[in-house]
């Protein structure tokens, strides 16, 4: 669309009405003046003018655009340095998929199916089911199902509590300690691959306040 624009009018689509333009002189102050001349900039940049008379007045921006794509995420990346839980799961969350390509890989387990072979492996006493879900801090359905599977191998051994027969106790079977025993090794190099690639002190560090974190959460 075209418009003609002289000192007094600014001739749009004749089916539309004509922006008139007041002198410098009888021009509005404060807040009314800064609408009219962001309108009227955002329009004439949409649209081409020809034969503009010098009267034209002179627009200035009345504020720095910014995506808002850039300012939200200029955010949530100040946000998130400042959130260590979030960066524990990022970090937990790829870390695992390290780890996870080699228990898939040799024995064709789950992360939760590991996670429950681990806790089971790691703990002399009989568990339960309860006791599990506070050690993988996983929910009670996703280790339901692990043990579940684990069973189907062979590799767990149920029990009925003699005192409560509402309450089982698991341990791994011999088949089952020999996975975990297979496994372990070869997910502690995995591990070792990508920690190596921090310094002495960083390391130390990082135990460190794993411990830390750990004592704290307990309290």
Same mark, same amino acid.
């Given at each position: 669309m %075209?418009? *003609? =624009?002289?000192?007094?009018?600014?001739?749009?689509?004749?089916?539309? #009405? *004509?922006? &008139?333009?007041?002198?410098?002189?009888d021009q509005p102050s404060g807040s009314a003046r800064k609408r009219q001349e962001t309108w009227l900039g955002s329009y004439m940049r949409s649209v081409d003018i020809v034969g503009c008379s010098s009267a034209l007045p002179t627009l200035r921006p009345t504020t720095t655009f910014q995506p808002r794509g850039?300012?939200?995420? !200029?955010?949530? +990346?100040?946000? $998130?340095?400042?959130?260590?839980? @979030?960066?524990?799961? %990022? #970090?937990a969350t790829a870390l695992g998929r390290v780890t996870s390509r080699v228990h898939k890989r040799e024995q064709g387990l789950t992360s939760p199916e590991f996670a429950v072979l681990l806790a089971l492996g790691s703990e002399r006493a009989k568990l339960t089911s309860s006791h599990i879900? $506070?050690?993988? /801090?996983? +929910? &009670?359905? *996703?280790?339901?199902?692990?043990?579940?599977?684990? $069973?189907?191998? !062979?590799?767990?051994? %149920?029990?009925? /509590?003699?005192? +409560?027969?509402? =309450?089982?106790?698991?341990?791994?079977?011999e088949d089952g300690r /020999? /996975?975990? @025993?297979?496994l372990l090794p070869k997910i502690i190099e995995a591990e070792v691959a990508v920690l190596k690639n921090l310094s002495e002190d960083e390391r130390l560090g990082l135990e460190a306040g794993l411990k830390g974190l750990d004592r704290a959460i307990s309290h």
């Open positions: %075209r418009g *003609k =624009f002289n000192s007094r009018t600014l001739n749009l689509d004749p089916n539309r #009405a *004509k922006l &008139k333009l007041r002198s410098p002189l850039q300012i939200m995420g !200029g955010l949530i +990346d100040q946000t $998130d340095r400042r959130l260590v839980s @979030n960066r524990l799961i %990022r #970090a879900v $506070d050690l993988t /801090a996983m +929910d &009670k359905t *996703k280790v339901s199902r692990a043990v579940a599977s684990l $069973d189907q191998r !062979g590799w767990v051994l %149920r029990e009925r /509590a003699t005192s +409560d027969r509402r =309450f089982e106790y698991l341990t791994l079977t /020999a /996975a975990l @025993n297979h």
